[in-house]
């Protein structure tokens, strides 16, 4: 489907609030309601609009150390990870990618200790390297239309 204006309008005030209203929207991007419904739903409907999220602040619950952590797995044990580390409460993100390492996850955790226990579960699989995230510079950026 190719991505008319007026939808990446509303994708864009959707990125930004999810829970904007129809009427909203449409008052911003020149449309009805019902036309903003028809078009998000057609959105969804293609899979454009994937899903919509909760943004939750890891250290208001008790996540105060925050990290990015590389793995690159040992011959054999790739393909178990990506099974086992669906099933770790402290991955938030995990990609896999190309490089040296295969995987960055990344990971909230309560303190040190925390993290040291699961690094601990990490090293079965492979040669870790870790990030501490001191802040945010970009998080959630809204996906734009492409200018070119």
């Not at 419904?37 to 969804?44: F, G, P, Q, V």
């Not at 952590?69 to 011959?75: C, E, K, V």
């Not at 309560?110 to 998080?139: A, C």
Request: glycine fraction near 6%; charged fraction near 25%.
């Amino acid at each position: 489907m190719n991505i008319d204006d007026l939808n990446w309008k509303i994708l864009k005030l959707l990125q930004a609030n999810a829970r904007e209203t129809y009427v909203d929207i449409g008052r911003q991007v020149g449309l009805t309601a019902p036309a903003v419904a028809e078009r998000i739903k057609k959105m969804e409907d293609l899979g454009i609009i994937e899903g919509y999220n909760t943004k939750v602040s890891h250290a208001k619950t008790g996540h105060h150390l925050k990290a990015i952590i590389t793995l690159r797995a040992f011959m054999g044990k790739l393909k178990p990870f990506l099974e086992t580390v669906k099933t770790y409460k402290e991955v938030v993100n995990c990609y896999r990618i190309t490089g040296n390492e295969n995987i960055v996850m990344e990971v909230v955790l309560k303190d040190q200790f925390h993290l040291e226990r699961f690094i601990d579960k990490l090293i079965q699989y492979g040669e870790t390297r870790t990030h501490i995230i001191l802040s945010n510079v970009v998080s959630s950026a809204p996906i734009g239309k492409n200018p070119f």
